[in-house]
Structure formats: structure tokens, C-alpha cells
């Protein structure tokens, strides 16, 4: 199984796409397709897709811990590896602190 999940992908990338996957929900693309045809959409898409892509993959794979994470660009997301496994992660952001302004009228 090969899952890909996108910030944005130019219009010709998508196209080719649609000819592997199906598209679930905007930009996030599923499809069951053989390993070796994985191991070349990936290599399609790390070729054709610019780093603003923000493209994700999951792959299956038969060695543990049973999938294989890549990534391309800036990801809403952050790929770490723990003890051996590639874990997804939400980015460390700084929390809003609420403006001067809003506050003072309390």
C-alpha cells in the first residue's frame, strides 16, 4: 500500500496521479499498487514535485516495523526516528499569546 499526503502538487503531477490512486480527500492519495511500482511513483514524484509540495509517503514494506515514511519539502508534519521507527509528529510551534489589546478592555 503506498498512501501520499500533500500540501500541493502541480496540476501534471496530479493528473498522473489519478492513474495509481484514488483521491479520498484533496491532496491525500491512496492506492494498492505492487512494490516495485511503488519504489517508481516514489521516484516519480520525488523528480517531479517541487520541495513546496510538502509531500509525504507511506509505503508498506516487508521488513519491521512494516512501512517505510519519506518526506519532500516542508510538511505540515515531522518525521523522527525512535529507537529504529520512523514516527510522524506535529511540528513544535509557539503558542499565541493573546494581543495587549484584546485583554485591556477585561
Same mark, same amino acid.
Given at each position: 500500500?503506498?498512501?501520499?499526503?500533500?500540501?500541493?502538487?502541480?496540476?501534471?503531477?496530479?493528473?498522473r496521479?489519478?492513474?495509481?490512486?484514488?483521491?479520498?480527500r484533496?491532496?491525500?492519495?491512496v492506492?494498492?499498487?505492487?512494490?516495485?511500482?511503488?519504489?517508481?511513483?516514489?521516484?516519480?514524484?520525488h523528480?517531479?514535485?517541487?520541495? @513546496?509540495?510538502?509531500l509525504?509517503?507511506?509505503k508498506?514494506?516487508?521488513?519491521?516495523?512494516?512501512?517505510?515514511?519519506y518526506?519532500?519539502?516542508? *510538511?505540515?508534519? @515531522?518525521?523522527?526516528?525512535?529507537?529504529?521507527?520512523?514516527l510522524?509528529? @506535529?511540528?513544535h510551534t509557539?503558542? @499565541?499569546?493573546?494581543?495587549? *489589546?484584546? *485583554?485591556?478592555?477585561?
Open positions: 500500500m503506498l498512501v501520499v499526503i500533500a500540501n500541493d502538487i502541480p496540476p501534471a503531477v496530479r493528473g496521479m489519478k492513474l495509481w490512486f484514488v483521491e479520498p484533496a491532496n491525500v492519495f492506492s494498492g499498487v505492487k512494490d516495485s511500482v511503488a519504489k517508481k511513483v516514489v521516484d516519480y514524484l523528480n517531479h514535485c517541487p520541495a @513546496e509540495s510538502g509525504m509517503v507511506f508498506s514494506s516487508n521488513l519491521p516495523p512494516g512501512y517505510e515514511i518526506g519532500l519539502g516542508d *510538511t505540515r508534519k @515531522e518525521i523522527i526516528e525512535l529507537s529504529g521507527m520512523q510522524v509528529i @506535529e511540528k509557539e503558542p @499565541e499569546l493573546p494581543s495587549k *489589546t484584546m *485583554t485591556e478592555g477585561l
